[in-house]
T-cell receptor, first 114, second 108 residues
Framework: EAQVTQNPRYLITVTGKKLTVTCSQNMNHEYMSWYRQDPGLGLRQIYYSMNVEVTDKGDVPEGYKVSRKEKRNFPLILESPSPNQTSLYFC?????????????FGPGTRLTVT | KNEVEQSPQNLTAQEGEFITINCSYSVGISALHWLQQHPGGGIVSLFMLSSGKKKHGRLIATINIQEKHSSLHITASHPRDSAVYICAVNLNTDKLIFGTGTRLQVFP
């Protein structure tokens, strides 16, 4: 089954404790991205990746890191989480860049930073 | 002002009603997406369109590029249609910008 998976689905952590949210897709998609969703603000892009070893900042990259060492995986790293990073996070992928393709979303990760 | 505006923000309907959700945007786009987010949080792509009209089951999406406007219609609405519907646009780059969503509740 074609899908985007994220782990963990729920995470409660404390300020400053490094964490990683994993994202994996099995559709051989080139383009992957991370979004956060906050009430009243809609989805905002954190980082995106056009292909392996190619990443770029979205609208709200501060406090986050990403890497794309393999085509299927695109982990989101919070080196020192803060309470303002409490949010619902989505990973998404699409076939390619340069022309809009259907977006496939992961199930979401609800993160709480205390 | 947001580049993507949806209306209404909230919508309630009785089962069987015809529903319209609107999306207006202020920038040049290459495509527009309609997404559905269920109460559990997962997001599913419903339509991607760059012109005209698309239909899938009871759902119809239209776009008017000149007017910078799109509508999502649901015919014969059902309680299982209750969800948040999100409009998103591809700028003439790889960037995707999202509206804040329309929360739909359909009552039996």
């Amino acid at each position: 089954e074609a899908q985007v998976t994220q782990n963990p689905r729920y995470l409660i952590t404390v300020t400053g404790k490094k964490l990683t949210v994993t994202c994996s897709q099995n559709m051989n998609h080139e383009y992957m991205s991370w979004y956060r969703q906050d009430p009243g603000l809609g989805l905002r892009q954190i980082y995106y990746s056009m292909n392996v070893e190619v990443t770029d900042k979205g609208d709200v990259p501060e406090g986050y890191k990403v890497s794309r060492k393999e085509k299927r995986n695109f982990p989101l790293i919070l080196e020192s989480p803060s309470p303002n990073q409490t949010s619902l996070y989505f990973c998404a992928s699409s076939l390619s860049r340069g022309w809009p393709y259907e977006q496939y979303f992961g199930p979401g990760t609800r993160l709480t930073v205390t | 002002k947001n580049e993507v505006e949806q209306s209404p923000q909230n919508l309630t309907a009785q089962e069987g009603e015809f529903i319209t959700i609107n999306c207006s945007y202020s920038v040049g786009i290459s495509a527009l997406h309609w997404l559905q987010q269920h109460p559990g949080g997962g997001i599913v792509s419903l339509f991607m369109l760059s012109s005209g009209k698309k239909k899938h089951g009871r759902l119809i999406a239209t776009i008017n590029i000149q007017e910078k406007h799109s509508s999502l219609h649901i015919t014969a609405s059902h309680p299982r249609d209750s969800a948040v519907y999100i409009c998103a646009v591809n700028l003439n780059t790889d960037k995707l910008i999202f509206g804040t969503g329309t929360r739909l509740q359909v009552f039996p």
